[in-house]
């Protein structure tokens, strides 16, 4: 799996978002539970489980570009750095299969537009993964 060294924050973020989205009865448990869930994370993370593409000032710089080129593309400045760090590697790696993750609807159609092949994890199952990975 391949990402931006951006996505260690970006995953904190979301786990600290789905325990202030959690119902206020289960809260105080799911609450305790985000420090472990991130340092979880993290270890993994830091394993070398991942290959990860630094975030450089050329990549800010492209994700600028991107949200200056696309203002109707529904994806903010963490999302921009997610699909270029993904343009790049595509870029580059050409003949590498590439399939675009992420769960975010802006994203995903941003993605699409670029011509990556993206699978939403939510609504798509491990066969969809599958397809894509080998398709041509």
């Known amino acids: 799996m391949i990402v931006s060294t951006f996505v260690e924050i970006e995953v904190a973020s979301a786990i600290a978002k789905a325990a202030r989205g959690t119902p206020s009865w289960q809260q105080d448990e799911v609450v305790r539970a985000v420090p472990r869930t991130v340092d979880s994370f993290v270890a993994d993370y830091q394993s ?5 593409i630094e975030v450089t000032p050329e990549v800010l710089q492209a994700g600028i570009e991107q949200l200056r080129s696309n203002p109707l593309h529904e994806i903010g400045a963490g999302d921009a750095i997610h699909l270029v760090t993904a343009l790049a590697y595509q870029a580059t790696n050409p003949g590498d299969p590439l399939v675009f993750a992420t769960a975010d609807q802006g994203l995903y159609q941003a993605a699409r537009h670029h ?22």
């Open 48 to 52: 070398g489980a991942f290959s990860t």
């Open 115 to 136: 011509g990556l092949r993206v699978w939403n994890p939510n609504f798509e199952g491990s066969e969809r993964l599958a397809e894509r990975l080998a398709a041509d």
